[in-house]
Antibody, heavy 117, light 110 residues
Framework: QVQLQESGPGLVKPSETLSLTCTVS????????WSWIRQPPGKGLEWIAC???????NYNPSLKSRVTISIDTSKNQFSLKLNSVTAADTAIYYC???????????WGQGTLVTVSS | QSVLTQPPSASGTPGQRVTISCSGS????????VYWYQQLPGTAPKLLIY???QRPSGVPDRFSGSKSGTSASLAISGLRSEDEADYYC???????????FGGGTKLTVL
């Protein structure tokens, strides 16, 4: 049974870089598409980026200039970096698996990241 | 403003059939599959419908999806109290070269 677990700081200062890692268990990360999706408190879902195990990536055009997604197959993990954060980046960040995008069939529980000084 | 348009709310009584609409354009729903997610309060979203009308294993057949042109619908029959949740549609957008979500519909079971 596949499980995904997000980890990283829950509080990030404005203008700094948000860094999150998703640890995948129960399945090899060397297949499927792996995505980050966020949800501001009380609002809807926003797809951020995805990566294939081969390393090919795709980014939300509105966030592309600030986002980097990477994968570490040796650790069965993938990561997100979002730089120059503002309060508007405060959200629950989910990692998710997909057989294709946007078919996300497994999700992490989500982690709340607050941007505040 | 979401690329895909959903009504913000919907409601029904137990046993009723409710539908939730999702409106898009030729670059997303009109040319790609539609997916539906259910998000129960305080939990991560769950894939409910994929490829317009397919149910993942474990999803009751009370849930069904359909697509016509640039719009899609999620139907829930035999409404139950545990169906009270937020529902989101999603599709790939060829113009944006990325997936897009609807704004979500909050379903209330009266």
């Amino acid at each position: 049974q596949v499980q995904l677990q997000e980890s990283g700081p829950g509080l990030v200062k404005p203008s700094e870089t948000l860094s999150l890692t998703c640890t995948v268990s129960g399945v090899s990360i060397s297949s499927y598409y792996w995505s980050w999706i966020r949800q501001p408190p009380g609002k809807g879902l926003e797809w951020i980026a995805c990566i294939y195990y081969s390393g090919s990536t795709n980014y939300n055009p509105s966030l592309k200039s600030r986002v980097t997604i990477s994968i570490d197959t040796s650790k069965n993990q993938f990561s997100l970096k979002l730089n120059s954060v503002t309060a508007a980046d405060t959200a629950i960040y989910y990692c998710a698996r997909g057989t294709r995008v946007p078919s996300f069939d497994s999700w992490g529980q989500g982690t709340l990241v607050t941007v505040s000084s | 403003q979401s690329v895909l348009t959903q009504p913000p709310s919907a409601s029904g009584t137990p046993g009723q059939r409710v539908t939730i609409s999702c409106s898009g354009s030729s670059s997303n729903i009109g040319s790609n599959y539609v997916y539906w997610y259910q998000q129960l309060p305080g939990t991560a979203p769950k894939l409910l419908i994929y490829r317009n009308n397919q149910r993942p294993s474990g999803v009751p057949d009370r849930f069904s999806g359909s697509k016509s042109g640039t719009s899609a619908s999620l139907a829930i029959s035999g409404l139950r109290s545990e169906d009270e949740a937020d529902y989101y549609c999603a599709a790939w957008d060829d113009s944006l070269n990325s997936p897009v979500f609807g704004g979500g519909t909050k379903l209330t079971v009266l």
